[in-house]
């Protein structure tokens, strides 16, 4: 009796199980987004990652990836107009298939973010992103800070659901709490290129972050996702994933060996300018070859400043304390002291350059500007040389009388 009972159960409950499952089958499939994350590439524009959203809609059977970090090299004046300021970047998709394959060239890693969305939020959110990637709206002036490819996904999914998303903690060192500092420590294995960032972008750069401007290092705002929620406290990612999985190796280039770094070279040319310095007020004579080399590499990167500060439409790059040291005036000793009629100029320059580097050194040690390591030794170099300048003119006219 009992196995006929249960039979007799079993038969009465198989319709509303085939009804459920027809029901479930039924159900419309809704298209998915996902945030894309590479973690970092080789280059030195690939260092802090890249950020992308993937859109997937199984009803049309499309799968592709919108992308704002597109730039086209071979525009009219691309370097030039980007040197300015003028950094125009595009949209873009492109089936995820490709968009994976040349990460996966590069042995980087992709990790997707499914992203916690209504039905109503999903088609919002597509609705922006093909709008954004017509001819006439894909391209953008793009910052390296405040609207990268990063900044752009983030706006947008929030565009989407109507709110700000409460952003979770990173893993970043404690005290890595400037742009100039998340930099810094995507850019370990590149000194150089982080030294020529610490001379081209100015203060700006030094500001205390809030914990949401962080996340224009993509690697930094995928970690920052993972336990984000909205304005109710739901999670935004529901799953997370690697559509690339290369943890175990690095495409970015080794460390620079400590000789060849910019504050090693610094040194080296600190430690000849204290020998020359030396040499030279001992003999009440000037090394004149090497202050012209000195100073007109030091001009030559002042004009490049000063291009930066008063006509590119950089934001970071102004204002920048560093003209105090290096700029167009530098020219002026390494030609004078060829000159035997500007003796008196070449002392009234070294005297005034002398001074301004004391201060420029004290606005440096307060945190007006956050220095790079190098800077020390190469302004020690330029004060030397300023030094032995006024010594040894001084003791010539001295002697001359």
Not at 213 to 233: H, I, K
Not at 290 to 306: E, K, N, P, R
Not at 371 to 397: E, G, H, M, Q
Request: charged letters at 15%; a neutral charge.
């Amino acid at each position: 009796m009992t196995f006929i009972r249960s039979l007799l159960f079993i038969l009465l409950l198989f319709p509303t199980i085939v009804s459920a499952q027809e029901n479930a089958d039924s159900l419309p499939l809704r298209p998915v987004v996902s945030f894309l994350t590479c973690s970092e590439g080789p280059e030195i524009y690939e260092l802090e990652g890249h950020t992308a959203i993937r859109v997937v809609d199984p009803v049309n059977g499309t799968d592709y990836v919108v992308n704002w970090g597109i730039f086209d090299f071979a525009a009219p004046n691309f370097v030039y107009r980007f040197v300015k300021g003028e950094t125009d970047y595009m949209s873009g998709t492109a089936p995820t298939r490709y968009f994976l394959s040349q990460y996966a060239r590069q042995g980087r890693t992709v990790t997707e973010q499914k992203l916690n969305l209504t039905p109503c939020q999903t088609d919002t959110l597509i609705a922006m992103i093909e709008d954004c990637v017509r001819p006439e709206n894909r391209v953008y002036r793009y910052n390296y800070v405040y609207d990268n490819c990063s900044t752009r996904a983030l706006s947008f999914v929030e565009k989407a659901i109507g709110d700000t998303l409460a952003l979770a903690q990173s893993s970043l060192p404690p005290g890595t709490d400037t742009f100039r500092k998340v930099m810094a420590r995507f850019h370990t294995n590149y000194p150089w290129y982080q030294f020529g960032i610490d001379l081209a972008l100015g203060s700006g750069i030094d500001k205390r972050l809030t914990h949401r401007e962080l996340s224009f290092a993509p690697v930094v705002l995928c970690e920052m996702l993972e336990n984000a929620t909205d304005g109710s406290g739901n999670k935004i990612v529901s799953s997370t994933d690697y559509l690339i999985d290369n943890h175990d190796s690095s495409p970015v280039e080794g460390p620079t060996p400590w000789y060849a770094t910019p504050l090693a070279t610094a040194l080296y040319l600190l430690v000849v300018s204290a020998a020359l310095t030396f040499r030279d007020i001992r003999r009440h004579r000037l090394s004149r070859w090497f202050d012209t080399i000195l100073f007109s590499v030091f001009g030559l990167a002042g004009c490049v400043i000063t291009f930066l500060v008063f006509i590119s439409v950089h934001e970071a790059t102004s204002p920048n304390w560093l003209l105090m040291w290096l700029n167009p005036l530098c020219f002026l000793p390494a030609i004078l002291t060829w000159v035997k009629r500007g003796k008196d100029l070449l002392l009234w320059y070294h005297f005034l350059n002398f001074a301004t580097l004391i201060v420029l050194v004290n606005l440096l040690v307060f945190g007006v500007q956050s220095p790079n390591a190098a800077f020390y030794p190469l302004i020690a170099a330029d004060l030397l040389r300023s030094l032995a300048n006024i010594c040894v003119t001084i003791w010539s006219k001295r002697h001359r009388r």
